[in-house]
């Protein structure tokens, strides 16, 4: 129905920048919110930023002013452009969106992940 494939990932110094991108595939309908999370091992995954098919966008405190999310519609990909990274960013992030397919109503999709170990 719907695929979700991060890239992007890797490792980078502390201050660094990384960009990451989620593309959907597959037979898709219509695409609403897409979202970026993360996880640090041994923690609960957290929501970091969302934007809607209209380019509404929320942001945790935790990456204000230093991730920024955009989406290409025509493209079907979402990216995370994240600056100013600390090694608290260490985890695996997370693509998620809400697509509808042709055989399918809206549904939440995950991405497979990218690991972004960020180094002191």
């Known amino acids: 129905q719907v695929q979700l494939v991060e890239s992007g990932g890797g490792l980078v110094q502390a201050g660094g920048s990384l960009r990451l991108s989620c593309a959907a595939s597959?037979?898709?309908?219509?695409?609403?919110?897409m979202r970026w999370y993360r996880q640090a091992p041994g923690k609960q995954r957290e929501l970091l930023a969302a934007i809607s098919n209209g380019g509404s966008t929320y942001y945790a405190d935790s990456v204000k002013g230093r991730f920024t999310i955009s989406r290409d519609n025509a493209k079907n990909t979402v990216f995370l452009q994240m600056n100013d990274l600390k090694p608290e960013d260490t985890a695996e992030y997370y693509c998620?969106?809400?697509?509808?397919?042709?055989?399918?109503?809206?549904?939440?999709?995950w991405g497979q992940g990218t690991q972004v170990p960020v180094s002191s």
């Open positions: 597959g037979t898709i309908f219509s695409i609403r919110d």
């Open positions: 998620n969106a809400d697509a509808a397919s042709f055989t399918s109503e809206y549904r939440s999709y």
